[in-house]
């Protein structure tokens, strides 16, 4: 409920913004709250409806526009500026996208009001222009310099070789789209731009190049700039631009919304100036029109039906109908008619906005979870893990081997590693794939991946299952709502103090168990064991399909695990025995270390591999068995040095430590980040990364106190910048309310 509330406040808010906006451009009255009412409920905004952070930038278009319209017409700046840093702030994605749009759309409203013999005059918007632009930002730097810096480290990355001049799709095909009920399930993930937002936004708009009392020239630059954002969606390079330079995953041309955003802004003007629109003209217009729809329908769009056509060319004209039975009217002086008039669009948009609502929420809502589904999902997990907290409530992480989401532990306020966010640090990625987490783009999955090992390092305490068996070895401590929680006995603390070996960063290594084992020796001066020793392979090859097998023969119990790059590296079969298949331990979507299981000795494992799907010959076989008693030697000698960490906060820790020497180092199993700010009793001192992508600092001998705050890089200089700008702006609002003061006498 507390979603759906926030979802209709947020369309609600959309059209509050579009309608001061459309009032500050036209006369105010009851006709704005039928175009404002169409961009609220524009296809873009019932697509997203889910997605709630698309809607800021849809929010805040209309306000930044108003504050470009005060800015040109009477040398305003301040709710320009005061508009397009709140959005850079609260999403610095679609503020991107609107800090381009800005500077379309004042170049365009400039355009429109001066002309050659006037330029002189446009230089003072101009510098205005510009300097607003530049103060947003730096109010907006607190948040802009660390979000530009983490973007920077993030798997997303500006590739040249993406930036052509393909086309995304056929010009032609995005007026399929300015159709009530133009979409499929399939839009969000692969669609083309989602602009319609209504029959009367179609009409007016058709109408507007034909109005004459809007100058020739407004028409071409109207033209001009519908013409850059259609080439921005069509052309592959320009549409990359506004999305940051970075293909979006799902969910494209997130840009759409201001396209539809000047589409109504152009009905609008329209509308207003309607009463000198002619006969011939609402012809033309309809008959163009009908024209477009049904010649959508001779393309066979797998999202349009007949039916969609012909509902739609029945909605444009009863609105032409409506146009020129207004206009008959008005030229007989019948007053009344006007506002009959305006209430039947009212109806007739609203009737439409609806249908076409309807027409999407249908399929994407059909995807979503009802309250009492996802109850039943989250409930039972819930109150283990309130259980778990009770019993221990101090710093470690803990894994399910079922999720609902990758970010499970966020909804349930649990630290763990399986997580999805596009803005992950890409070594984070890149380190959790080297041990051999399930790894894909941009999430990781605990699922059953993990080693033993694995779940030491990184502290893995608890392990959560609906399985009553689990393939290692930790101890059942209790079972709820058909959950099964076990203890990890080698869960190292998060911090430890370790030998000046730890410092070693280990190269790459395609193998993730020989990383593993180098990663434990670096943790230990002395050597301890190896954890992972690989299995003997004897490898066959069928001389007649050329296909090849792979057979290990079980000489131990312990745990058995397997790893191959990719999926198509993958045995087609997996049989124990001859007679039991395997092949359920290979998720569809698995990208890690997959664990067979335990087995007796002289069990025999054959997997089989198909040459024409992948050439396993070329293949070094990662098989390998893991050492518990390895592991737990590593734990007894690692555990007895811990670091007493508390979690105040996600970006605040302290605790304390006993080092033995001035040659150890602390070693924290998170990842290394420049963000973090520690100091030893009260004095500073600098992280370092070791084990590749983790963090340790040096610590001095004897008894002390450690304290770690995270701050984001360039949080500080941000703040600065920010503070700076904000005393700027102050000033400047000071100083324009005294120029603008009437002076007594």
Not at 697 to 707: A, D, L, N, S, T
Request: hydrophobic share 45%; with cysteine; net charge neutral.
């Amino acid at each position: 409920k507390a979603v759906s509330f926030l979802i209709l406040l947020r369309i609600g808010l959309c059209g509050l913004t579009a309608n001061l906006y459309l009032r500050k451009i036209g006369k105010a009255g009851p006709a704005s709250v039928i175009f404002s009412t169409a961009y609220a409920m524009m296809s873009y905004n019932m697509m997203n409806v889910e997605n709630i952070f698309f809607i800021d930038g849809v929010i805040f278009l209309p306000l930044v526009a108003l504050g470009i319209e005060k800015l040109v017409e009477e040398d305003s700046p301040f709710c320009y500026i005061i508009s397009l840093a709140a959005i850079m702030m609260i999403n610095f994605y679609m503020g991107f996208m609107i800090c381009i749009f800005s500077v379309l759309y004042f170049g365009y409203r400039l355009l429109t009001k001066y002309d050659i013999q006037s330029i002189p005059q446009a230089k003072k918007p101009v510098w205005t222009f510009l300097a607003g632009s530049l103060l947003a930002a730096g109010i907006a730097a607190i948040v802009l310099i660390p979000v530009v810096k983490q973007l920077g480290s993030g798997p997303k990355y500006l590739d040249p070789s993406r930036m052509t001049g393909a086309d995304n799709f056929s010009l032609f095909d995005i007026f399929s789209k300015n159709i009530s009920g133009a979409y499929d399930s399939n839009e969000y993930k692969h669609g083309i731009p989602t602009i319609y937002s209504g029959a009367i936004v179609t009409a007016f708009l058709a109408l507007f190049f034909r109005n004459r009392n809007i100058g020739q020239k407004e028409k071409w630059l109207t033209a001009g700039l519908l013409g850059i954002f259609l080439m921005s969606f069509q052309i592959n390079s320009l549409n990359l631009v506004w999305h940051g330079f970075s293909e979006p995953n799902w969910w494209p041309f997130r840009n759409a919304f201001i396209f539809s955003f000047f589409m109504i802004l152009i009905a609008w003007k329209s509308f207003i100036r309607r009463d000198v629109i002619e006969p011939s003209d609402i012809r033309i217009a309809f008959i163009l029109i009908t024209a477009g729809l049904i010649l959508c329908e001779k393309f066979g769009y797998p999202y349009l039906t007949t039916g969609h056509i012909y509902f739609e060319i029945f909605l444009i004209g009863s609105i032409c109908l409506l146009l020129f039975l207004e206009n008959r009217a008005a030229k007989t002086g019948t007053k009344p008619q006007a506002k009959i008039a305006v209430f039947l669009f009212l109806l007739i948009s609203l009737g439409n906005l609806l249908h076409n609502a309807h027409s999407i929420l249908k399929l994407n809502l059909a995807e979503s979870v009802p309250l009492t589904e996802f109850a039943e999902a989250t409930g039972p997990t819930d109150a283990v893990i309130t259980e778990i907290r009770a019993m221990d409530d101090g710093f470690y992480r803990q894994e399910k081997q079922y999720h609902r989401t990758e970010n499970d532990a966020m909804r349930n306020a649990t630290s763990g590693v399986t997580h999805y966010s596009s803005t992950t640090r890409q070594d984070e990625l890149n380190f959790l794939s080297r041990i051999g987490i399930n790894h894909l783009y941009y999430w990781t999955r605990y699922g059953e991946g993990s080693t033993i090992a694995v779940d030491s390092l990184l502290g893995i305490r608890y392990l959560l299952s609906k399985s009553e068996t689990l393939a290692k070895p930790y101890s059942e401590i209790f079972s709820k709502n058909g959950i099964h929680v076990y203890r990890n006995p080698f869960a190292l603390p998060i911090a430890f103090l370790v030998s000046a070996d730890l410092v070693y960063n280990p190269s790459w290594e395609d193998d993730p168990f020989a990383f593993q084992n180098r990663l434990f020796e670096s943790l230990r001066s002395e050597q301890t064991g190896t954890i992972f020793t690989p299995a003997a392979v004897e490898r066959t090859t069928d001389p007649v399909s050329n296909n090849e097998t792979w057979t290990v023969t079980i000489d131990t119990t312990e745990t058995l695990y397997v790893y191959f790059f990719s999926p198509m590296q993958r045995p087609e079969s997996v049989i124990l025995n001859g007679d039991v298949s395997l092949m359920d331990r290979f998720a569809a979507n698995r990208i890690g270390v997959v664990p067979l299981g335990s087995f007796q000795p002289g069990d025999v494992i054959s997997m089989a591999f198909d040459r024409k799907k992948d050439d396993s010959s070329k293949l070094t076989p990662l098989i390998y068995y893991e050492n518990t008693e390895i592991i737990a030697a590593y734990f007894q000698q690692l555990d007895r040095h811990p670091v007493d960490l508390d979690m105040i906060s996600s970006s605040y820790l302290t605790g304390t430590f006993t080092s033995e020497s001035d040659e150890q180092y602390a070693f924290f199993s998170i990842p290394y980040d420049e963000g973090w700010h520690i100091s030893i009793d009260g004095e500073a001192t600098r992280p370092v990364r070791v084990l590749s992508d983790l963090m340790g600092v040096k610590v001095p001998k004897g008894m002390h106190r450690i304290e770690m705050k995270y701050r984001p890089q360039g949080f500080k200089a941000g703040m600065g910048i920010s503070a700076f700008s904000v005393v700027l702006f102050m000033a400047g609002g000071l100083a324009y309310k005294q120029k603008n003061t009437p002076q007594a006498g």
